[in-house]
């Protein structure tokens, strides 16, 4: 007798239950690091662009530090205009003139930079949607970003779930934590990705490490309700955090 | 009496100068330091696209290496043409189903790389311009892009034909070069971003450190006689080269 097609099958029927399991997760994981990337890609090619726009225009550029702002003001306005906004007169700038054919480049760069800060911030519109839907209680505790950032580091809603507090509140650490592991001498770490929390980075130094505790175990809590695909109860748990530590 | 103008004078005149002191070769030094920003740009996000579209369509991502056809093809055709080009049927793909929220961010970000490429192509036409005029001799040597590194790992083009064509030689290679002065059980370097020249990928092993020590030799003159605008003997001095060996 020929058994071939009952392998046939259970490959198909497997193939099929991997095409239908791609998991929310798995998206949030995607967009936290497609966003995180298009972070460095930006500042590696901002740095480059001030560089080269400063032989032509060093004055505006030195006065404005905001990468942002500075790629939208050169794109919108010519040099002229920009050193009357810092108040230097065109004879007095140490800036070269470029001709058509050398600010070209330059303006090419601008602009492709302007593009991946917008594509940046749809993604980040994205990734807030998913993270309202799939994982809405570490959202309202973590924020989008820093909650997709522990599923990220943690592998997927699951393993954030099965997590002790504990090891929550150093993920991203990992360096530091070695460090300590390897020589008692330098201290564990008191919060990885935790750090960028608003709560934190408004606190006092020595209130850092139990604001992170508090929010590792409120994070904990609300991985678990999301696995298991509790109600929202993310507002009330903020709250209580909220009253504890500000 | 009243000197002040005789200053003033004198700091209109240095800024005028200093106006009208861009040099071609800085604006070289700018063009490929942006290359290859791009080049490690694109880099960051391609593989960050390959990951987030491999959820979706493994196998057209698994069967096609080069980058930058992926991301164009991704872009012009959907999943079923994709899939029937790399004789997979639909049934038996192991990708998930994307909804179109879900696929747009990843469109968003191919789409983003491919106008990375774009520029990236742009500028190396820019730059070979730049050095066809500013530095023609180089340029036929070792090829504009690997020559404007020279310069810029020069500092300038003076640099560059100040410099004795040993250095050249090893220009960009001075992790390797440091490694064999603290220890010299470290053979020194044989080249650096010469490395690259396709008569040196060209050739068998044993005769790299020839090649690249002939290649030095014939860049350092071309760089004196660029700074020095002389004539262009780039293609005699580049036949001389090849006749020897190729």
Redesign the interface.
């Known amino acids: 007798m020929d058994y071939s097609h009952y392998f046939e099958n259970s490959i ?1 029927e497997t ?2 239950k ?5 998991r929310d997760d ?2 949030i994981i ?2 936290v ?2 966003i995180g ?2 972070d ?3 500042n ?2 901002v740095k ?1 662009l001030r ?2 726009y400063e ?2 225009n060093p004055e505006f550029s030195k006065s404005l530090a905001d990468h942002g702002k500075f790629v939208e003001l050169i794109l919108r306005k010519g040099k002229s205009e920009l050193l009357k906004e810092v108040k230097v007169r065109k ?8 001709s058509e054919e ?1 600010l ?2 330059v303006m ?2 601008a602009r ?1 930079i302007s ?2 800060y917008k ?1 940046r911030a ?2 980040e519109k ?1 990734l807030e949607q998913l993270m309202k839907k799939t994982a809405p209680n570490v959202a309202a505790i973590a924020g989008h970003l820093t909650g997709a950032k522990l599923i990220a580091l943690a592998g997927s809603l699951k393993g954030l779930a099965e997590m002790a507090a504990s090891k929550i509140q150093v993920l991203g650490a990992e360096r530091a934590m070695f460090r300590h592991l390897k020589d008692k001498r330098n201290r564990p770490p008191k919060f990885g990705v935790l750090h960028e929390h608003p709560l934190i980075s408004a606190a006092k130094k020595q209130d850092h490490g139990k604001i992170a505790r508090g929010l590792a175990d409120k994070t904990a809590i609300a991985a678990r309700i999301d696995f298991f695909k509790g109600k929202f109860i993310g507002d009330k748990l903020r709250q209580e955090l909220e009253r504890k530590f500000r």
């Open positions: 198909r193939k099929r991997l095409r239908e399991s791609v798995w998206l995607q967009a690091g497609s990337e298009l460095r890609a930006a590696l090619l480059r560089e080269w032989l032509y004879e007095d700038s140490m800036g070269a003139d470029f050398n070209k480049p090419d760069l492709a593009e991946l594509l749809f993604q994205y």
